[in-house]
């Protein structure tokens, strides 16, 4: 992180997981769309800290600065947010649970 030393970097191709590739094409369409710019993306990354880099993974960073800078361009609210997330989470965890709506 900012330059400091961290060992060797796998080079190892990997799969990325359904969400992963969700979360990256949203940057790239709010992007296109003129919501944030990658130095938007990239400042919420950096004031993130130290303990988001050694706790969270890449898109998980990736998804809280998206939604950081959606929320500061006024796209949604928190408490917005926070209701469509219990809406979601009220379907249940799997596709077949939420498809029984």
Do not use: C
Request: cysteine-free.
């Amino acid at each position: 992180m900012g330059g400091a030393e961290s060992g060797a970097i796998s080079r190892d191709e990997h799969d990325f997981a359904f969400w992963e590739k969700r979360v990256d094409a949203l940057v790239i369409l709010a992007q296109a769309r003129g919501l944030f710019t990658v130095d938007a993306l990239r400042r919420v990354l950096e004031d993130m800290g130290p303990e988001a880099f050694e706790t969270m993974s890449y898109y998980e960073r990736w998804v809280a600065a998206l939604n950081q800078n959606l929320v500061e361009r006024g796209v949604y609210t928190v408490s917005e947010l926070g209701a469509r997330m219990e809406r979601i989470a009220e379907r249940g965890v799997t596709y077949g649970e939420a498809a029984d709506e």
